[in-house]
T-cell receptor, first 115, second 116 residues
């Protein structure tokens, strides 16, 4: 198992550009989510999905869009990049989205710099 | 709402010394608590989790944490630090989004440095 994979590892964007951060998992997990990591703030939930075709907003969803057409993939789209979106983005997955003791598995992250 | 506070953004220890990373939580329900480790330029890896089965939880790489309800704490310890333990450590509590699905509430993180 590759686990949770993310591409690209690093990206530089100009303000106003759009891009898609890719996330895939091969563990047949129903629940996938995106977090952003900012210094001194830990990780914060952006969007999540509980299955193909089902997504919802997390704590900081503004400026981001998601879709989930397959169980394996959960891409995150930046519609019009802003410097405030400079961050490290982590994708996570777990088997269940409702059992609170469930372990979430994280990808290696995408480091995004918006100029 | 649930929250997590990690005391000390940076902790420095000598190799072989005790590691103590502090985590306090706020929760209105019995919490499910996690410690994750992030090595440089890598993703987060689960160290251990508390699910109410036992108050002393043993994890990977010799780490353990003790759940103390009276102190609302879940501190992470390791008896003897290794150079390879240098990383950032995150404490997290499981919470529910408004739709009833899980999310993790993370502390700000503690960066551990280990000196020879």
């Amino acid at each position: 198992n590759a686990g949770v994979t993310q591409t690209p590892k690093f990206q530089v964007l100009k303000t106003g550009q759009s891009m898609t951060l890719q996330c895939a998992q091969d563990m047949n997990h129903e629940y996938m989510s995106w977090y952003r990591q900012d210094p001194g703030m830990g990780l914060r939930l952006i969007h999540y999905s509980v299955g193909a075709g089902i997504t919802d907003q997390g704590e900081v969803p503004n400026g981001y869009n998601v879709s989930r057409s397959t169980t394996e993939d959960f891409p995150l789209r930046l519609l019009s990049a802003a410097p405030s979106q400079t961050s490290v983005y982590f994708c996570a997955s777990s088997y269940s989205g409702t059992r609170m003791a469930e372990t979430q598995y994280f990808g290696p992250g995408t480091r995004l710099l918006v100029l | 709402a649930q929250s997590v506070t990690q005391l000390g953004s940076h902790v420095s220890v000598s190799e072989g010394a005790l590691v103590l990373l502090r985590c306090n939580y706020s929760s209105s329900v019995p919490p499910y608590l996690f410690w994750y480790v992030q090595y440089p330029n890598q993703g987060l890896q689960l160290l251990l989790k508390y699910t109410s089965a036992a108050t002393l939880v043993k994890g990977i790489n010799g780490f353990e944490a003790e759940f103390k309800k009276s102190e609302t704490s879940f501190h992470l310890t390791k008896p003897s630090a290794h150079m390879s333990d240098a990383a950032e450590y995150f404490c997290a509590v499981s919470d529910k989004e408004r739709g009833g699905y899980n999310k993790l509430i993370f502390g700000a993180g503690t960066r551990l440095a280990v000196h020879p």
